[in-house]
Protein backbone atom coordinates (compact mmCIF):
# COMPACT_ATOMS: atom_id res chain seq x y z
CA UNK A 1 0.00 0.00 0.00
CA UNK A 2 0.69 3.95 -0.12
CA UNK A 3 -0.27 4.90 -3.55
CA UNK A 4 -1.24 8.60 -3.52
CA UNK A 5 0.29 11.34 -2.05
CA UNK A 6 -0.59 14.12 0.76
CA UNK A 7 -3.01 17.05 -0.43
CA UNK A 8 -3.03 20.01 2.23
CA UNK A 9 -6.73 20.64 0.76
CA UNK A 10 -8.04 17.31 1.51
CA UNK A 11 -6.68 17.45 5.04
CA UNK A 12 -8.70 21.22 5.58
CA UNK A 13 -11.81 19.15 4.13
CA UNK A 14 -10.95 16.19 6.98
CA UNK A 15 -10.69 18.29 9.83
CA UNK A 16 -13.61 20.47 9.01
CA UNK A 17 -16.24 17.52 8.29
CA UNK A 18 -14.34 15.18 11.30
CA UNK A 19 -12.81 17.02 14.31
CA UNK A 20 -14.10 20.60 14.06
CA UNK A 21 -15.87 21.51 17.11
CA UNK A 22 -16.07 17.36 18.43
CA UNK A 23 -15.37 15.50 21.28
CA UNK A 24 -12.62 13.30 21.33
CA UNK A 25 -15.16 10.36 21.81
CA UNK A 26 -17.07 11.84 18.81
CA UNK A 27 -14.25 11.79 17.18
CA UNK A 28 -12.59 8.17 18.06
CA UNK A 29 -16.30 6.56 18.15
CA UNK A 30 -15.15 2.89 17.89
CA UNK A 31 -16.17 1.12 20.89
CA UNK A 32 -14.00 -2.18 20.45
CA UNK A 33 -11.34 -2.82 17.81
CA UNK A 34 -12.09 -2.02 13.84
CA UNK A 35 -11.58 -5.13 11.91
CA UNK A 36 -9.69 -4.16 9.41
CA UNK A 37 -6.98 -3.01 11.96
CA UNK A 38 -6.89 -6.45 14.67
CA UNK A 39 -3.56 -8.11 13.70
CA UNK A 40 -5.09 -11.58 14.48
CA UNK A 41 -6.40 -10.96 11.13
CA UNK A 42 -3.64 -9.45 9.38
CA UNK A 43 -1.53 -11.13 7.14
CA UNK A 44 0.66 -8.79 5.75
CA UNK A 45 1.35 -5.00 5.85
CA UNK A 46 3.27 -3.81 2.98
CA UNK A 47 5.18 -0.69 1.69
CA UNK A 48 5.91 -0.53 -1.96
CA UNK A 49 7.11 1.92 -4.38
CA UNK A 50 5.40 3.43 -6.80
CA UNK A 51 4.65 5.78 -9.99
CA UNK A 52 3.23 8.93 -6.71
CA UNK A 53 6.12 7.42 -4.02
CA UNK A 54 9.21 5.97 -6.45
CA UNK A 55 11.80 6.22 -2.97
CA UNK A 56 9.10 5.36 -0.12
CA UNK A 57 10.18 5.52 3.62
CA UNK A 58 7.55 3.67 6.17
CA UNK A 59 6.85 5.09 9.08
CA UNK A 60 4.75 3.48 12.01
CA UNK A 61 3.57 5.79 14.33
CA UNK A 62 2.63 3.23 17.88
CA UNK A 63 0.74 5.68 20.15
CA UNK A 64 -0.53 4.74 23.61
CA UNK A 65 -3.95 4.96 23.96
CA UNK A 66 -4.10 3.50 27.51
CA UNK A 67 -5.19 6.21 30.15
CA UNK A 68 -4.46 9.92 30.23
CA UNK A 69 -2.24 9.12 26.68
CA UNK A 70 -5.47 9.23 24.92
CA UNK A 71 -4.91 12.94 24.36
CA UNK A 72 -1.87 12.16 21.98
CA UNK A 73 -4.09 10.17 19.27
CA UNK A 74 -6.63 13.37 19.99
CA UNK A 75 -3.59 16.09 19.27
CA UNK A 76 -2.85 14.10 15.99
CA UNK A 77 -6.66 13.83 14.41
CA UNK A 78 -6.80 17.51 15.26
CA UNK A 79 -3.98 19.38 13.93
CA UNK A 80 -0.50 17.05 14.32
CA UNK A 81 -1.00 14.38 11.44
CA UNK A 82 -1.60 17.53 8.93
CA UNK A 83 1.53 19.28 10.58
CA UNK A 84 3.48 16.08 10.63
CA UNK A 85 2.76 15.37 7.23
CA UNK A 86 3.18 18.97 5.83
CA UNK A 87 6.44 19.48 6.95
CA UNK A 88 7.87 15.64 6.20
CA UNK A 89 7.17 16.91 2.66
CA UNK A 90 8.19 20.27 2.79
CA UNK A 91 11.27 19.89 5.10
CA UNK A 92 12.03 16.01 3.16
CA UNK A 93 14.19 14.67 6.22
CA UNK A 94 12.97 11.11 4.16
CA UNK A 95 11.49 10.55 1.06
CA UNK A 96 8.01 10.03 0.03
CA UNK A 97 6.49 8.63 3.71
CA UNK A 98 4.32 6.27 3.72
CA UNK A 99 2.74 6.04 7.41
CA UNK A 100 1.00 3.78 9.40
CA UNK A 101 -1.00 3.96 12.87
CA UNK A 102 -0.98 1.93 15.16
CA UNK A 103 -3.16 1.75 19.11
CA UNK A 104 -1.24 0.29 21.85
CA UNK A 105 -2.66 -1.21 25.22
CA UNK A 106 -1.49 -3.61 27.62
CA UNK A 107 -1.29 -7.49 26.43
CA UNK A 108 -2.05 -8.26 30.20
CA UNK A 109 -5.43 -6.47 30.36
CA UNK A 110 -6.87 -4.86 27.45
CA UNK A 111 -9.40 -6.27 24.91
CA UNK A 112 -6.99 -4.36 22.12
CA UNK A 113 -3.76 -4.14 23.36
CA UNK A 114 -2.60 -3.67 19.34
CA UNK A 115 -4.37 -2.01 16.42
CA UNK A 116 -2.39 -1.27 13.32
CA UNK A 117 -3.76 0.45 9.99
CA UNK A 118 -2.50 0.23 6.65
CA UNK A 119 0.45 2.22 5.47
CA UNK A 120 -1.11 5.08 3.38
CA UNK A 121 0.55 8.38 1.77
CA UNK A 122 -2.86 10.10 1.53
CA UNK A 123 -6.08 11.03 3.21
CA UNK A 124 -6.23 8.10 4.11
CA UNK A 125 -3.86 8.11 7.07
CA UNK A 126 -6.25 10.29 9.11
CA UNK A 127 -9.35 8.02 7.76
CA UNK A 128 -7.87 5.38 9.39
CA UNK A 129 -6.10 6.89 12.81
CA UNK A 130 -10.02 7.83 13.17
CA UNK A 131 -10.83 4.45 13.50
CA UNK A 132 -8.39 3.65 16.29
CA UNK A 133 -10.72 2.26 19.50
CA UNK A 134 -9.53 4.77 22.37
CA UNK A 135 -10.04 1.36 24.55
CA UNK A 136 -8.25 3.35 27.67
CA UNK A 137 -7.18 0.46 29.55
CA UNK A 138 -3.49 -0.50 30.49
CA UNK A 139 -2.62 -2.36 34.01
CA UNK A 140 -0.93 -1.81 37.49
CA UNK A 141 2.66 -2.86 36.12
CA UNK A 142 4.26 -0.31 35.21
CA UNK A 143 4.22 -0.73 31.53
CA UNK A 144 2.43 -0.79 28.67
CA UNK A 145 3.28 -3.36 25.57
CA UNK A 146 5.41 -1.11 23.68
CA UNK A 147 7.19 -4.00 22.14
CA UNK A 148 4.26 -5.50 19.65
CA UNK A 149 4.76 -2.97 17.24
CA UNK A 150 8.09 -4.01 17.43
CA UNK A 151 7.33 -7.84 16.66
CA UNK A 152 4.35 -6.68 14.37
CA UNK A 153 7.34 -4.80 11.86
CA UNK A 154 9.52 -7.26 12.55
CA UNK A 155 7.36 -10.09 11.47
CA UNK A 156 4.08 -8.73 9.27
CA UNK A 157 5.72 -6.31 7.29
CA UNK A 158 7.38 -5.91 4.15
CA UNK A 159 8.83 -2.52 2.79
CA UNK A 160 10.51 -1.78 -0.65
CA UNK A 161 12.87 0.72 1.31
CA UNK A 162 15.17 -2.00 2.44
CA UNK A 163 16.00 -2.77 -0.89
CA UNK A 164 16.86 0.38 -1.52
CA UNK A 165 19.42 0.55 1.66
CA UNK A 166 17.06 2.63 3.90
CA UNK A 167 15.43 1.57 6.82
CA UNK A 168 11.89 2.17 8.14
CA UNK A 169 11.41 4.37 11.08
CA UNK A 170 8.98 3.41 14.35
CA UNK A 171 8.17 5.89 16.91
CA UNK A 172 6.31 4.29 19.94
CA UNK A 173 4.90 7.17 22.32
CA UNK A 174 3.57 6.50 25.79
CA UNK A 175 4.23 7.64 29.43
CA UNK A 176 5.63 4.80 31.11
CA UNK A 177 8.64 1.55 31.51
CA UNK A 178 9.59 -0.22 28.71
CA UNK A 179 8.14 -4.10 29.52
CA UNK A 180 10.66 -6.50 29.77
CA UNK A 181 9.48 -9.48 27.31
CA UNK A 182 6.67 -10.55 24.71
CA UNK A 183 4.96 -13.47 26.55
CA UNK A 184 4.51 -16.61 23.77
CA UNK A 185 1.42 -16.65 24.92
CA UNK A 186 0.90 -13.32 23.85
CA UNK A 187 2.47 -13.85 20.35
CA UNK A 188 0.39 -16.56 20.16
CA UNK A 189 -3.13 -14.92 21.23
CA UNK A 190 -2.44 -11.84 18.93
CA UNK A 191 -0.71 -13.18 16.09
CA UNK A 192 -1.48 -16.86 15.84
CA UNK A 193 2.17 -17.63 15.85
CA UNK A 194 4.07 -20.50 17.34
CA UNK A 195 7.36 -19.48 19.01
CA UNK A 196 9.77 -21.46 21.45
CA UNK A 197 10.00 -19.11 24.49
CA UNK A 198 9.14 -15.59 25.50
CA UNK A 199 11.65 -13.02 23.74
CA UNK A 200 12.78 -10.24 25.69
CA UNK A 201 12.17 -6.93 24.33
CA UNK A 202 16.20 -6.57 23.62
CA UNK A 203 16.03 -9.27 21.24
CA UNK A 204 12.82 -7.96 19.80
CA UNK A 205 14.60 -4.79 19.33
CA UNK A 206 17.39 -6.90 17.51
CA UNK A 207 15.23 -8.19 15.04
CA UNK A 208 12.92 -5.28 14.42
CA UNK A 209 16.04 -3.10 13.59
CA UNK A 210 16.87 -5.71 10.82
CA UNK A 211 14.27 -2.79 8.74
CA UNK A 212 13.65 -0.25 11.27
CA UNK A 213 15.23 2.41 13.32
CA UNK A 214 13.40 2.11 16.66
CA UNK A 215 12.65 5.26 18.85
CA UNK A 216 10.64 5.82 21.99
CA UNK A 217 9.02 9.16 22.53
CA UNK A 218 8.67 9.65 26.73
CA UNK A 219 5.40 11.76 27.05
CA UNK A 220 6.71 13.58 30.46
CA UNK A 221 3.23 14.84 30.77
CA UNK A 222 1.30 11.55 31.58
CA UNK A 223 0.22 10.65 34.94
CA UNK A 224 2.62 7.49 35.05
CA UNK A 225 6.07 9.60 34.30
CA UNK A 226 4.54 12.72 36.34
CA UNK A 227 5.22 10.23 39.44
CA UNK A 228 7.84 7.92 38.08
CA UNK A 229 10.13 9.86 35.86
CA UNK A 230 13.46 8.31 36.59
CA UNK A 231 11.98 4.59 36.11
CA UNK A 232 10.52 5.31 33.00
CA UNK A 233 14.01 6.91 31.78
CA UNK A 234 16.04 3.79 34.02
CA UNK A 235 14.01 1.20 32.07
CA UNK A 236 14.13 2.59 28.57
CA UNK A 237 17.80 3.08 28.78
CA UNK A 238 18.48 -0.54 29.25
CA UNK A 239 17.35 -1.05 26.15
CA UNK A 240 17.33 1.66 23.50
CA UNK A 241 20.56 3.69 23.38
CA UNK A 242 20.32 7.40 24.60
CA UNK A 243 20.14 8.34 21.17
CA UNK A 244 16.74 6.50 20.19
CA UNK A 245 14.74 8.00 23.42
CA UNK A 246 13.20 10.89 22.81
CA UNK A 247 11.74 13.16 25.51
CA UNK A 248 8.86 14.90 25.15
CA UNK A 249 7.59 18.06 27.52
CA UNK A 250 4.91 18.91 25.59
CA UNK A 251 2.88 16.93 23.61
CA UNK A 252 1.32 19.67 21.92
CA UNK A 253 4.53 20.02 19.69
CA UNK A 254 4.63 16.24 19.06
CA UNK A 255 4.55 16.53 15.18
CA UNK A 256 7.40 19.33 15.57
CA UNK A 257 9.58 16.93 17.52
CA UNK A 258 9.41 14.00 15.28
CA UNK A 259 10.04 15.99 12.30
CA UNK A 260 13.03 17.08 14.04
CA UNK A 261 14.66 13.67 15.02
CA UNK A 262 13.99 12.59 11.70
CA UNK A 263 16.04 15.81 10.50
CA UNK A 264 18.67 15.00 12.61
CA UNK A 265 18.90 11.52 12.57
CA UNK A 266 18.82 12.11 8.65
CA UNK A 267 22.32 14.22 9.16
CA UNK A 268 21.28 17.91 9.80
CA UNK A 269 22.56 19.65 11.94
CA UNK A 270 20.70 19.97 14.84
CA UNK A 271 21.51 23.75 16.20
CA UNK A 272 20.19 23.76 12.46
CA UNK A 273 17.07 22.33 13.30
CA UNK A 274 16.44 23.96 16.52
CA UNK A 275 16.67 27.50 14.57
CA UNK A 276 14.06 26.93 12.28
CA UNK A 277 11.55 27.01 14.77
CA UNK A 278 10.35 29.73 17.39
CA UNK A 279 9.53 30.35 20.52
CA UNK A 280 8.19 27.83 23.33
CA UNK A 281 8.13 25.13 19.98
CA UNK A 282 12.23 25.39 19.43
CA UNK A 283 12.52 25.12 23.43
CA UNK A 284 10.54 21.79 23.14
CA UNK A 285 12.75 20.48 20.14
CA UNK A 286 15.76 21.33 21.34
CA UNK A 287 15.44 19.08 24.93
CA UNK A 288 13.94 16.24 22.95
CA UNK A 289 16.63 16.38 20.45
CA UNK A 290 19.43 16.38 22.70
CA UNK A 291 20.71 13.11 22.28
CA UNK A 292 19.92 12.06 18.71
CA UNK A 293 22.68 11.87 16.79
CA UNK A 294 22.90 11.06 12.82
CA UNK A 295 22.23 7.61 11.80
CA UNK A 296 25.64 6.73 10.29
CA UNK A 297 27.23 7.92 13.41
CA UNK A 298 24.95 5.97 15.98
CA UNK A 299 25.36 2.72 17.36
CA UNK A 300 22.90 0.54 15.59
CA UNK A 301 21.47 -2.28 17.30
CA UNK A 302 20.55 -3.82 13.59
CA UNK A 303 21.72 -7.53 12.95
CA UNK A 304 21.05 -9.35 9.73
CA UNK A 305 18.90 -11.89 10.76
CA UNK A 306 17.21 -12.66 14.20
CA UNK A 307 18.91 -15.25 16.88
CA UNK A 308 19.07 -18.48 15.83
CA UNK A 309 17.14 -19.65 19.32
CA UNK A 310 14.53 -16.84 18.19
CA UNK A 311 13.93 -18.57 14.98
CA UNK A 312 10.00 -18.44 14.83
CA UNK A 313 7.70 -21.11 13.66
CA UNK A 314 4.59 -19.28 12.29
CA UNK A 315 1.32 -20.78 11.41
CA UNK A 316 0.86 -21.57 7.94
Known amino acids: MGHGRWDNNDWDSYTTKNTKGKSAREIFNSSAIHPDMDPRKIQLRESRNSADNPHSTPIILALDVTGSMGVIAERMAREGLGTLVEQILDRKPVSDPHIMVMGVGDAYCDRAPLQASQFEADIRIAEQLKNIYLEGGGGGNHFESYNLPWYFAAKKTEID ?52 DVFHVVVEQGNHARSHKKEVYDSWNKVLPPERIVSLKDYNKLSEVLVSVLEVHNGKDPAAVVASWQGETAKTVQDAIKNIKPAKAANSNAVPLPPSHLKLKLKP
Open 161 to 212: SVSQGRKGVIFTFGDEECPPELTKEHIKKLFGDDVPGNISSKDLLKMVSAKY
